[in-house]
């Protein structure tokens, strides 16, 4: 991937480095609400559901946001700021893919956005070490990045990249930047209220439609890293694509679940089979038209 002639984002904090903030941590809030959202998820998908989302990835853009009772934009986590100069423990390569490919996906967003004659409003992204605090409860690396729509922020260890690479082989900056432009994809679910559409449609359905929908959800921010793709070719070299299909296909829910050592059960899956993922960030990328990701199918 070629990201020399991208200009970085400044909508980025550096948290690393600071000691865990975890649950009682930076900023003094309360408990967070990962027991509530965790209780939720018990309740909705089983204690199989539990296991998933704290394997799996971005899970806390499932059930953050809109009508849940979360609270304003103005949590301990963006009262938090950045990380004092020496006490970072960012890599400058991994600063360098994470604030280029943020500025990029802001640049094919706003041009999108400006098409429908609307204004885009970028997402924050927040890098941390140890654990940390969002405005969607606890940070914490074993939950992969993830969007927290109360705060409208994007959460990313970069730890995750390296696990990214050994533990699901998917290695390669598209594949990392794939990741990124999919945790965008949620952000733009939210500018669109299509998140909050998702939540109602939740809220009066079945335990397997409300994780149908929830597929949806996931395999259209999928589609959304596609368009960015495909909407900045000159970006891409040869073998990204296969990359990122590669990293699509490795954080499926199917593969997960087998590398957890069970037997993928469809109606658990929130994220999407492997093939799921890979076909719909085709859709992205061959179309680069984000009305093309209705993976929703007319169900809201
Ligand atoms: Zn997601």
Same mark, same amino acid.
């Given at each position: 991937m070629r990201l020399d002639d991208e200009q970085a984002s400044v909508n980025f904090e550096d948290r690393t480095g600071r000691g865990g903030g975890g649950f009682g941590g930076i900023g003094g809030g309360g408990g967070g609400f990962l027991p509530l959202i965790l209780g939720l998820v018990a309740s909705r998908f089983g204690i199989g559901g539990v296991a998933l989302l704290l394997l799996g990835y971005c899970a806390l +853009?499932?059930? %953050?946001?809109?009508? %849940?009772?979360?609270? *304003? $934009?103005? +949590? *301990?986590? $963006?009262? @938090?700021? #950045?990380?004092?100069?020496g006490q970072s423990t960012l890599d400058p390569a991994a600063r360098e893919l994470l604030t280029r490919t943020l500025g990029s996906t802001e640049r094919r967003w706003g041009e999108l956005f400006a098409e429908a004659g609307q204004r885009y409003q970028p997402t924050t992204m927040v890098a941390y070490s140890n654990n940390d605090r969002s405005g969607c409860g606890a940070a914490q690396a074993a939950m992969g990045p993830f969007y927290c729509p109360a705060d409208q922020r994007i959460y990313i260890d970069p730890? !995750?990249?390296? =696990?990214? #690479?050994?533990? !699901? %082989?998917?290695? %390669?900056?598209f594949a990392q930047a794939y990741v990124i432009a999919h945790e965008v994809g949620h952000h733009i679910q939210t500018l669109t209220g299509i998140s909050d559409q998702v939540r109602q449609a939740q809220a009066? @359905? +079945?335990? @397997? =439609?409300?994780?149908?929908? #929830?597929?949806?959800? =996931?395999?259209q921010a999928d589609c959304y890293a596609g368009v960015w793709a495909a909407r900045d070719r000159n970006l891409l070299e040869p073998g990204d694509v296969e990359e990122g299909l590669r990293a699509a296909q490795a954080i499926g829910d199917d593969t997960l679940q087998r590398s957890a050592g069970r037997v993928p059960? *469809? =109606?658990?899956?929130?994220h999407g089979t492997s093939a799921q993922r890979a076909r719909w960030l085709q859709v992205g990328l061959q179309t680069g038209d984000p009305n093309r990701c209705d993976t929703f199918e007319g169900r809201l």
């Open positions: +853009s499932t059930f %953050g946001g809109g009508g %849940g009772g979360y609270g *304003p $934009v103005n +949590s *301990p986590a $963006v009262q @938090a700021g #950045q990380a004092a100069a730890t !995750f990249f390296q =696990e990214l #690479q050994t533990r !699901f %082989g998917a290695a %390669g900056d009066n @359905a +079945s335990r @397997a =439609e409300a994780n149908a929908l #929830q597929v949806a959800m =996931e395999l059960v *469809p =109606e658990s899956f929130t």
